[in-house]
């Protein structure tokens, strides 16, 4: 539900994860070498917002109480086994007897609280803290039970619970989590070449180590997409599972030695406005941007066509989906006519670009866009680090774009003035509380439905396309996930034939 | 008046084309090089995009043009900044000798061995990146080179008998910098100023080709080689033809200097 930013920004780096058959012939069919975007600071998903953390190692190396499969489906994972009493408020989780760390000390209840009390203190640094919110309080039931009660109803709690933010940590290891992880999933940590790659191994005491087919993981960071593609032609990788450049696709499809997958993920990307500063807190100026929008020129011109329009801030594969690319439809005159109205007429305003393909290119597009509109765009294309810092923490910008890849993530737009967003709507908040508390499918699907229609309404943002999955993988690379319903991918069903 | 070697003509003859080409752009192009037309990208050749058009449905050759001003414009701006310090510090140098002249020589070495990315680079990382950034990173390269030249010649002019008399008659140093010495210095200053062009505009390429340089909107060859850099599959003549501006501009720029330099060096004169 509410998903960070800053590891939405990193959505491209996220996709980059995947995995291939070893040149090296000592590893052959048991190594896969993944190309991976972005290459983060930290390797601690409890503690840092950058998504390729848990594109790397959530449900790999670290393991959450609950998975998600690739419907986005949740299911047992370190419990074994739930109940939720009547009131939806209490969840006992059963956890699996016999887990251990890979450091060798064991996995118990003790471990559970552990991991939610730190994530929950007051001064966690978690970068989903709100996952954390509906949470009142976790008991240690048994060694092997753990009873966490709700302040209120939570309908994606469970799915919520599946997320690299809520890895299951044990003490005697986190301090050193970030540069040295140890969890209790199937794979663990070998090595880190920082600028190079981050290894890892298979986990032999892990439960269900049989029908792990990768003995080695190799993710390869390029951050460059000449090179990734160079590097894939040359054998050196085996899979990029979010490459960056559309346009280079189809010289992959033409090639018998890979085959290229193209799905949707969870990333929404949006022409984010800073609704708390002037000229954006004025509606007038946010449907006067929306206006002057193509979508379909951006679409074709930075992805290649390789990307779905969206009107609001839901992927068109949900299903509570409603096509709103109509309610502001591309209308230069209009868009003039509202930025007369509003005063700014010919001002100009920046637009900061953090540095993923998907975001520079649309960036140039829209900068014309605007222009036609009577608006001067300033494009400056900033560094991950200065964005985070500048955009995401002090809200210092009057226009960015991102991709937002949490699942379930309308709660940004509950999160208040201090979120980059800058967007304060009491009624919106509401709504959206009321989403959350919704433990019937239907009736909350229809107030999604709504949400996406007061958004849309309100023009909070330029709402642009849903990033797509684009995979390059090496002919006989199999198990991975065409489309992503979370920031991760589980390579325990990866396989090199 | 012996002829004049070839290398000089074709030099200036690519000169005048990319010089001309750079001033045809500030009144004419065939279209507006920021015009996006995203229906009618990668247009082959043809009478309406005389080089086609490229991945946002821009006109190539008008982009090429203004690109050609942009580079001429820092190029210009860079070498004559660079230059007139440059040329002041060897001077001053050359006119007070002693300790003045080391210290400034050995500054200059420093210059030298600083990389002009790594300068730029740390630049932008303060200023952001823009075409200032580039102007100022190669203006700064450029100020050793003119003041180890400048000094180098002067330093043989200030040893010549009208140089003693002018002293003996009571001039100043600043006085005998100006009026004899920097004239007949100039030949090897404007050499030299013609070849830096040449670096220059390489190194404006460059720059730009890593985003330190012009930033979008505005056109440059660097940042055209760069976005077609994963368009060789699709669209490999769009790599092609700012590499090719890129070419012409420096090997006009390199010929020039080499001939100019022919002309003008009585060793050189005296050898033909």
Known sequence: ?497 | MTRLPPNLIIGAVLVALVAGTAALSLVWTPHDHTLLNIRGKFAPPSELHWLGTDQLGRDVFSQLMVAARNSVAVALISVCLGGVIGVALGLLASAMGGVVEDVIMRIADIGFAFPALLFAIMLAAVFGPSLMVAIIAIAFINIPVFARVTRASANQIWTREYVYAARAAGMGRVTISRDHVLPNIAAPIIVQATIEFAIAILAEAALSYLGLGAQPPAPSWGRMLSEAQTLMYLAPQLAIYPGLCIVTAVLGFSLLGDGLRDITDPRLVRQR
């Open chain 1, 1 to 497: 539900m509410s998903s960070k930013l800053a590891r939405s920004g990193v959505a491209i780096a996220a996709l980059a994860l995947c995995a291939a058959l070893s040149p090296t012939g000592g590893w052959a069919g048991t190594t896969i070498v993944i190309g991976l975007q972005q290459e983060p600071t930290s390797l601690d998903p409890t503690a840092d917002a950058t998504a390729s953390i848990d594109g790397m190692l959530t449900q790999n190396l670290f393991e959450s109480l609950t998975t998600v499969n690739e419907a986005g489906e949740v299911l047992p994972q370190l419990a074994e086994s739930w109940t939720v009493s009547e009131d939806g408020l209490t969840y006992t989780f059963d956890l699996l007897d016999g887990a251990t760390f890979h450091d060798g000390t064991g996995f118990d209840a003790e471990d559970v609280k552990f991991s939610f009390d730190r994530a929950m203190a007051e001064d966690s640094v978690n970068p989903s803290k709100g996952l954390f919110k509906p949470i009142e309080s976790v008991t240690v039931v048994d060694a092997g039970t753990v009873e966490i009660k709700l302040k209120q109803k939570d309908a994606f709690f469970l799915f919520n619970m599946a997320q690299g933010d809520v890895s299951i940590v044990a003490p005697e290891s986190v301090e050193a989590n970030n540069a040295n992880p140890v969890g209790t999933g199937p794979f663990k940590y070998d090595s880190w070449t920082r600028g190079d790659k981050l290894v890892l191994v298979k986990n032999p005491d892990h439960r269900d180590a049989g029908s792990v087919a990768l003995e080695r993981v190799e993710f390869k960071f390029i951050s460059d997409a000449a090179a990734a593609s160079a590097a894939l032609l040359a054998g050196e990788i085996d899979a990029f599972p979010g490459f960056p450049a559309p346009e280079l696709l189809p010289q992959f499809e033409a090639d018998p030695r890979f085959k290229v997958v193209t799905g949707s993920t969870e990333g929404e990307v949006i022409l984010a406005m800073n609704n708390a500063k002037a000229p954006f807190n004025d509606i007038r100026v946010r449907q006067a941007v929306s206006h002057a929008i193509d979508r379909g020129e951006i679409i074709d011109g930075a992805m290649y066509g390789q990307a779905v329009p969206i009107g609001s801030f839901y992927p068109p594969h949900g299903p509570a989906y409603v096509d709103l690319t109509g309610t502001y439809p591309h209308d230069t005159a209009k868009a003039k006519a509202l930025f007369e109205e509003a005063g700014v007429a010919g001002t100009t305003m920046t637009l900061r670009v953090p540095p993923f393909p998907y975001a520079t290119r649309s960036a140039e597009i829209i900068q014309a866009q605007l222009a036609e509109a009577g608006i001067d765009a300033k494009v400056e294309n900033v560094e991950w680090g200065f964005w985070i810092d500048e955009i995401y923490k002090k809200l210092n910008y009057d226009m960015t774009i991102i991709a937002h890849t949490s699942p379930n993530d309308m709660g940004n737009f509950a999160r208040g003035p201090k979120y980059f967003y800058g967007y304060d709507d009491a009624g919106y908040t509401d709504l959206w509380n009321r989403i959350s508390a919704e433990a019937d499918d239907a009736a909350r699907n229809a107030l999604l439905a709504e949400a996406q229609k007061y958004l849309a309404d309100q023009a909070v943002h330029g709402f642009l396309f849903q990033l797509p999955q684009l995979g390059v993988y090496k002919t006989g690379v199999e198990g991975f996930w065409d489309s992503r319903a979370v920031l991760f991918q589980p390579l325990a069903g990866v396989s090199v034939n």
